[in-house]
């Protein structure tokens, strides 16, 4: 009797044993392996946006202090965009009231204390709505692409904003609450050290803002490709990111040029990296269109972020296009970046920006980079006094006006009239780094003037006043 | 009767009203006369007349024949009467080359009160020409209550005229 009892007990204990088990196994263990793949791809997602809210950013921000007193600030506009953001995200939240307005109200609103900023080429205001976390709004609805906005410092409910062609227009909250908010910051940044920049073709109706004096050294920086091409280890290990790590089936051809290629099955994917440390992606894709700007962008991020070892530093969109192969349309996105706090240019065939890439659809059929980094080096910052813009175009009238002449067909034009014309078409000038492109390891990147005037762009030596390049507005 | 009346207003109005315009375009004809004069000789573009600024520090902008040197000369009032000034010379003689562009700049620094400043063209012939500009500075604030002042005291066009005044001084 005792027997059968003692077994009776175990069996029980078993029984419920069991189903504790059971329940662990099918109910707890499960749930928790979902939610921790469920976080994975939250913080994927996460990741996504943290880095485009990242990269759509104005290019360059002006400050007005009022007075016909600016100061440009390139390296500084992290801040700057911050504090503006805090204003903006009403008018893209709220539901303004968008017309379009005048070139000369925007000009008087500029003169008072406000915060101009400028963004890259054709970008859609979806993106920069996007920032806000907010993607159907007013300003998306009126207005599609965003090249500039301009906040004045004394809050009255009222924003202007650059867009498509050249097209301005007035937005207006119908209420609003008094701040002080950029009114403080641009008082503050006014007591800090900054380049005083001011309208100095102002007469001849030309906004265009130069500096009088410029006492902030700019240093020569050295960089270098940051693919080595002279290592093999290093090609293969920047490639292998393009073929899921693995190049076991994976062709491997080198140029007599120095390029390296890397091609996939019947050349459906291929990676080439040439002689300077360019790398470029292709991919066969399937028919597919992408309609959706922010998506496509998001799927751009998550590739680069995915392919490329290290993200640059200081990388921001600088040019969006649609693009179209057979019957598909796709994006095109450029980006750039900054090293030392100024953006880099240079000039190659087949490139336009350091980081260029196609989407169609959610796959990426091209992929273009070549990035280059400071190198460190000790006791080679060389730093000159930089030159004004207004003296190098003085020095360089003579070329100006042989190109004015070619651009306008004409050839018996007064001298005085000639000039007039060219400082009324100066259009930009702005502090870069020009990288000449005659090294990969130990290059010198100058500190170069950039000024467009009418439909050319000039790239005049900072220190020397010396021509490095010029060529039709791109 | 009311009917000539409203009709003789009409009238007085649009004839009131042309002269205004007829006024305007002579200004008009007069200014693109005295750049096509004076681009030959040294101009300022700005300060364009004597003035009356909140702010210390200015930008000069003028224009000359190439080759032609241009310098300024800034004093500061210390005469603490009103009637009379005594301009002592601020600091160094600014000297300009003008360039291609047939364009000077330079930032000069001024005190509150009253400010003159004298462009001094030398030209390549060897003739010099003096233009003054006399500046006085004032504090925003005073700026400010001024014209505040003369908004609640005076008619608007009175407060207009004031202004007006004070930057012709």
Redesign the interface.
């Given at each position: 009797m005792n027997r059968e009892r003692l077994k009776t007990l175990i069996l029980s204990i078993l029984v419920i044993m069991s189903i504790l088990f059971t329940q662990r196994i099918w109910f707890y263990s499960p749930i928790r392996i979902l939610q921790s793949q469920d976080s994975f791809r939250e913080k994927e997602i996460a990741k996504a946006i943290e880095v485009r809210n990242q990269l759509i950013a104005p290019e360059k921000t002006i400050l007005s202090f009022g007075?016909?007193?600016y100061t440009v600030t390139s390296s500084n506009t992290d801040k700057v965009w911050k504090q503006s953001k805090k204003v903006l995200e009403e008018y893209f939240s709220g539901e303004p009231i968008v017309k379009a307005t005048t070139n000369e109200r925007y000009r008087e609103a500029r003169k008072l204390k406000s915060i101009e900023l400028k963004f890259g080429e054709n970008i859609p205001s979806i993106l920069i709505s996007s920032t806000f976390n907010t993607l159907d709004n007013k300003i998306v609805r009126d207005i599609k692409e965003i090249n500039k906005i301009l906040i004045p410092a004394f809050n009255r409910g009222i924003i202007y904003i650059g867009g498509e062609e050249d097209h301005l227009y007035e937005v207006k909250l119908e209420e609003y609450e008094d701040n002080r908010l950029l009114l403080d910051f641009i008082d503050d940044f006014s007591r800090k050290s900054h380049e005083?920049y001011?309208p100095?073709f102002?007469?001849v109706n030309n906004d265009i803002i130069m500096p009088?004096?410029y006492n902030t050294p700019v240093p020569q920086i050295v960089v270098e490709s940051k693919i080595n091409v002279n290592d093999d280890n290093n090609i293969i290990e920047h490639a292998k990111g393009f073929f899921n790590e693995n190049l076991d089936f994976v062709k491997t051809i080198k140029e007599t040029s120095g390029a390296t290629i890397f091609m996939y099955g019947y050349g459906e994917k291929g990676v080439r990296i040439n002689n300077r440390g360019r790398l470029e992606y292709n991919e066969e894709i399937s028919s597919l269109s992408s309609s959706n700007v922010v998506a496509s962008l998001d799927t751009a991020i998550d590739f680069m972020l995915k392919k490329q070892q290290k993200f640059p530093e200081n990388l921001y969109l600088k040019e969006i296009k649609n693009i179209q192969k057979d019957e598909n349309k796709g994006y095109y996105f450029g980006f750039s970046y900054r090293v030392g706090g100024l953006p880099v240019e240079f000039h190659m065939n087949n490139m336009s920006h350091p980081i260029e890439i196609e989407v169609y659809g959610d796959n990426v059929s091209s992929y273009r980079s070549f990035i280059r980094e400071a190198m460190k080096l000790q006791g080679v910052t060389d730093k000159s006094a930089v030159l004004l813009p207004?003296?190098i175009?003085?020095?360089h009238?003579?070329l100006l006006k042989e190109e004015y002449i070619k651009d306008v067909e004409e050839e018996d034009l007064h001298d005085?009239e000639m000039?007039r014309n060219i400082?009324e078409n100066i259009s930009s000038i702005q502090m870069i780094y020009y990288d000449s492109l005659e090294e990969n390891r130990m290059q010198l990147l100058k500190p170069v003037w950039k000024i467009v005037i009418g439909n050319r762009q000039y790239y005049f030596n900072s220190y020397d006043g010396k021509l490095l390049h010029s060529g039709p507005l791109e | 009767m009311m009917k000539k009346i409203i009709a003789s207003a009409i009238v007085l109005l649009a004839l009131s009203g042309s002269s205004v315009l007829a006024h305007g375009d002579t200004t008009q004809q007069t200014t693109a006369k005295e750049t096509t004069v004076e681009?030959e000789s040294l101009r300022v573009?700005?300060p364009r007349r004597d003035m009356v600024s909140?702010?210390n520090?200015m930008?000069l902008?003028f224009s000359a024949p190439e080759g032609t040197t241009v310098t300024i000369d800034v004093y500061y009032n210390t005469s603490v009467s009103n009637d009379k000034q005594n301009y002592v010379q601020a600091y160094d003689t600014i000297e300009v080359e003008i360039?291609?562009?047939?364009?000077g700049?330079?930032?000069v620094e001024l005190k509150k009160g009253l400010n003159k400043i004298d462009f001094t063209a030398i030209y390549k012939n060897g003739s010099e020409e003096v233009i003054t500009r006399i500046i006085e500075v004032k504090d925003m604030e005073e700026v400010k209550q001024q014209v505040e002042k003369s908004i609640i005291n005076t008619s608007s066009t009175e407060a207009l005229k004031n202004i007006a005044n004070t930057g012709g001084k």
């Open positions: 007075g016909n007193y005083k001011y100095l102002a007469d009088l004096s207004q003296k175009i003085e020095d009238i003579t005085k000039i400082e | 681009q573009i700005n909140g702010d520090n930008v902008t360039g291609a562009l047939k364009r700049w330079t930032e």
